[in-house]
């Protein structure tokens, strides 16, 4: 069997979706799994090996030029592409359903349109699935994937996965515990809503006896671990990351 799963963005909720890959490979070990990704985040991807190709799309290049031509290049692209028993729309965006939908297949499942925050994205599936939105993030792809396959799974398989991510190295931090479990807090977040506030960060540090480390991508999210860091005794800000190294970094604390 050959599926394409569809996940372009963005860090967090691609980690979070790379789960689903160990479950349909323990109950369909023979297929291939391609994933279509934006170009800045195929370094999450790499050499895992229970994907068999990463396609790149370039939508965010797309979304700033506004070119009609290419647009019509990268779905072109997509086109030509051979043909998937299976696509799975795990974004359920307008623009991720899009791309599912010039995907070649004859079966194109995404999430209903009572499911999504983009409801017109609905209208590109041949089949969907419904599940609250509000479900946590894992548990909804899980449940769309094991919807589009036919297994079923328990909970608790889901926490007994270890973390999905193979660096091209492993890195070493100095400020990681082998006393302590270590807990990495990350402040950045694609929508203010989803950010946790400054003050619960450090009641958190201060409630729990563990080894904290936070990170930060650009200058605010510098400028709010230090904040951080300034209010509590018990967590260290990390040097900037690059992606290998956040990866590598995920694979070696506890939570």
Do not use: C
Request: proline fraction near 2%; hydrophobic fraction near 40%; avoid cysteine.
């Amino acid at each position: 069997m050959k599926i394409a799963i569809v996940k372009l963005s963005a860090l967090g909720d691609i980690i979070h979706a790379m789960i689903v890959l160990q479950f349909i490979k323990k109950n369909y070990p023979e297929s291939e799994i391609d994933w279509f990704v934006e170009k800045r985040f195929l370094g999450v991807l790499e050499n895992n090996p229970h994907i068999n190709q990463i396609h790149q799309v370039s939508l965010k290049s797309v979304n700033k030029s506004k070119s009609f031509f290419l647009i019509w290049k990268e779905l072109r692209k997509i086109r030509k592409l051979g043909k998937y028993d299976l696509v799975i729309d795990m974004q359920g965006l307008l623009k991720s359903a899009l791309i599912a939908k010039k995907i070649p297949s004859d079966i194109t499942l995404g999430f209903d349109k009572d499911s999504l925050r983009e409801s017109l994205a609905a209208i590109f599936y041949n089949q969907t699935y419904k599940i609250d939105y509000a479900e946590n993030a894992i548990e909804r792809n899980l449940n769309l994937v094991s919807y589009a396959l036919k297994f079923s799974f328990d909970k608790e398989d889901i926490h007994s996965k270890e973390v999905f991510l193979y660096p091209t190295q492993q890195y070493t931090f100095d400020h990681i515990s082998s006393t302590k479990k270590n807990i990495l807090l990350i402040s950045g977040a694609s929508y203010p809503a989803k950010s946790y506030s400054i003050e619960k960060f450090v009641e958190l540090t201060k409630q729990i006896d563990a080894n904290f480390l936070t990170i930060w991508g650009n200058e605010k999210e510098r400028i709010i671990a230090n904040q951080i860091k300034h209010l509590s005794s018990n967590i260290e800000v990390l040097e900037e990351l690059s992606l290998d190294g956040l990866i590598s970094l995920i694979s070696q604390v506890d939570l």
